[in-house]
C-alpha cells in the first residue's frame, strides 16, 4: 500500500482496491491503519476519500528505527566485550 | 500492512542469565557498556532499579552533541526479563515519542540467549494508553518527580 501512494500523488480508496485486487472493507482496514500510524493522510471530497502517503513520517519513523538499532547493536558489542573480560 | 515500528535484536552470549542481568542492573556497570559506541560516553545520572523506579542517562557524542534519556523500570523478574520505558528528551529530534525496552535473557548451551525488543507507540497507540488509567500521565509524574529530588 505504501509502495502503491510513494510516487506522492492521490489516489482514492477505489483505486487502490481495483489495484490490489482486494475487497474494499480489507482496503478500508488497512489505510485506518495506517491513517491512525499517521503514514498516510486522507481526504474526503464528497463521498470518495483520497489517500496521500505522508513522506516526513515515513522517512521519520525509519530514521528512529535505523537509530535504535544502531544504539543496541553497538551496545550489545560492548556487553560482549564486558562479559568477555569476565565482568560484572 | 502495518509498517515495523520495533527493534528487534537477539544475541548469543558466552555468560549466564544471572551475570547478562546483572549488566543491566547497576550504575556502575550500566555505565560500562550502555552506549551505541565506545567514543559515546554514557553519565548515569540516575538508576534507581526497582520496579516503579526511574532511570536517567546523559550521552554525550564526541562532536559534542548531548542525548537524554529517561524511563521507569515497568518489570523485573531477575534474571530472565526486564521492561522500561524509553523516553529522549528535547531538543532531540525523537523526543517525546514514547518506547519501551523489553529485554529477556533465557539460558543456552554456550551461555545465554539475550533478546532486547524495542517497541515504539505511535500516537493512537500512546492515547489509547492514556486513557488506560492514565498510566502514561502518571509515569510522567513519576519521572519530573525523580527530576526534582536528584541532588544538585
Known amino acids: ?88 | 500492512m502495518k509498517p515495523a515500528e520495533r527493534v528487534e535484536l537477539r544475541r548469543h552470549l558466552a555468560a549466564p542469565p544471572a551475570q547478562v542481568f546483572a549488566a543491566f542492573a547497576s550504575a556502575e556497570v550500566v555505565g560500562q557498556w550502555l552506549t551505541p559506541a565506545p567514543d559515546v560516553k554514557l553519565t548515569v545520572l540516575e538508576l534507581d532499579f526497582r520496579e516503579g523506579g526511574c532511570y536517567r542517562f546523559a550521552y554525550d557524542t564526541p562532536d559534542g552533541q548531548r542525548m537524554l534519556v529517561g524511563g521507569v523500570y515497568r518489570n523485573i523478574e531477575a534474571p530472565t526479563r526486564l521492561v522500561f520505558s524509553w523516553l529522549i528528551e528535547p531538543p532531540d529530534v525523537h523526543a517525546g515519542i514514547e518506547s519501551q525496552v523489553t529485554v529477556s535473557i533465557s539460558p543456552s548451551s554456550q551461555g545465554s540467549e539475550l533478546l532486547i525488543l524495542h517497541e515504539r507507540f505511535d500516537r493512537a497507540d500512546a492515547n489509547a494508553r492514556h486513557a488506560e488509567g492514565w498510566a502514561g500521565a502518571l509515569e510522567q509524574l513519576q519521572l519530573l518527580l525523580g527530576k526534582a529530588g536528584e541532588s544538585p
Open chain 1, 1 to 88: 500500500m505504501i509502495q502503491a501512494l510513494a510516487g506522492g500523488e492521490t489516489r482514492s480508496a477505489g483505486e487502490l482496491g481495483k489495484q490490489f485486487n482486494s475487497a474494499q472493507p480489507t482496503i478500508s482496514r488497512h489505510l485506518k491503519v495506517l491513517e491512525q500510524a499517521k503514514l498516510i493522510e486522507r481526504t474526503v471530497e464528497g463521498r470518495v476519500h483520497r489517500f496521500r502517503l505522508r513522506q516526513k513520517s515515513l522517512q521519520e519513523a525509519g530514521a528512529w528505527i535505523e537509530r535504535h538499532q544502531r544504539f543496541w547493536n553497538g551496545a550489545i558489542d560492548q556487553l560482549e566485550t564486558l562479559l568477555g573480560r569476565g565482568a560484572p
